[in-house]
């Protein structure tokens, strides 16, 4: 157990649809990723918060959005679903570390799935 | 264009014998490489991971070797369990304004047939 929770563990929805991925880190981490894992593909890199703010970007669509919130937990929110966007979707936390070499300890994912 | 490359998809290895995954890199401003391993319907688990600073880290059964000059980096799993059966990433980052993302190879599947 990493302690880092995602919910929900299954989503399926229908093309057009909004759904809301939670993110909650493990304790004392100040920094939230997102990642994407396509069939076939290696883990993408979405989006990164730091202690509220948004601190990179990779490949994340337009229709897609995250926060982080006061106490930590991080919201990934996907909009307008494609069948494409069907994947397993990873959150990640890290403790801070000035050198940057942070090892990232990563939840259980939210598959989804999008018919 | 992929900065980190696993080019075997899989692997077979007999139990108690070595397993060794590699990966390349092409970016030299990596200075940060870790090893991931994943089970089925689970999240990434952190293996052991390596500064640019470093050639070597062991961690028990596990070593991550680093060749900067060659941009190529190995886990050596010794001896190999069936338990070790998985899917193994090689992920690199480097440092730059605070952030820290990781970028991933596709992954080697590990077989370790008892």
């Known amino acids: 157990d990493s302690g880092v929770t995602q919910t929900p563990k299954h989503l399926i929805t229908a093309t057009g649809q909004r759904v809301t991925l939670r993110c909650s880190p493990r304790s004392g981490d100040l920094s939230v990723y997102w990642y994407q894992q396509s069939l076939d593909q290696g883990l993408q890199f979405l989006i990164q918060?730091?202690?509220?703010?948004?601190?990179a970007k990779g490949n994340i669509l337009e229709r897609f959005s995250a926060q982080q919130f006061p106490d930590l937990h991080s919201e990934l929110n996907l909009s307008s679903l494609e069948l494409g966007d069907s994947a397993l979707y990873f959150c990640?936390?890290?403790?801070?570390?000035?050198?940057?070499?942070?090892?990232?300890?990563f939840g259980p994912g939210t598959r989804l799935l999008v018919l | 264009d992929q900065q980190v490359k696993q080019n075997s998809p899989s692997l077979s290895v007999q139990e108690g014998r070595i397993s060794i995954l590699n990966c390349d890199y092409t970016n030299s401003m990596f200075d940060y490489f870790l090893w991931y391993k994943k089970y089925p319907a689970e999240g990434p688990t952190f293996l052991i991971s390596?500064?640019?600073?470093?050639d070597k880290n062991e961690d028990g059964r596990f070593t991550v070797f680093l060749n900067k000059s060659a941009k190529h980096l190995s886990l050596h799993i010794v001896p190999s369990q069936p338990g070790d059966s998985a899917v193994y990433f090689c992920a690199a980052s480097f440092f730059y304004s605070g952030n820290t993302p990781l970028v991933f190879g596709k992954g080697t599947r590990l077989s370790v047939i008892a």
């Open positions: 390596i500064s640019s600073i470093k």
């Open positions: 990640a936390s890290s403790p801070f570390r000035r050198d940057g070499q942070e090892t990232q300890y």
């Open positions: 918060y730091y202690n509220g703010e948004e601190r």
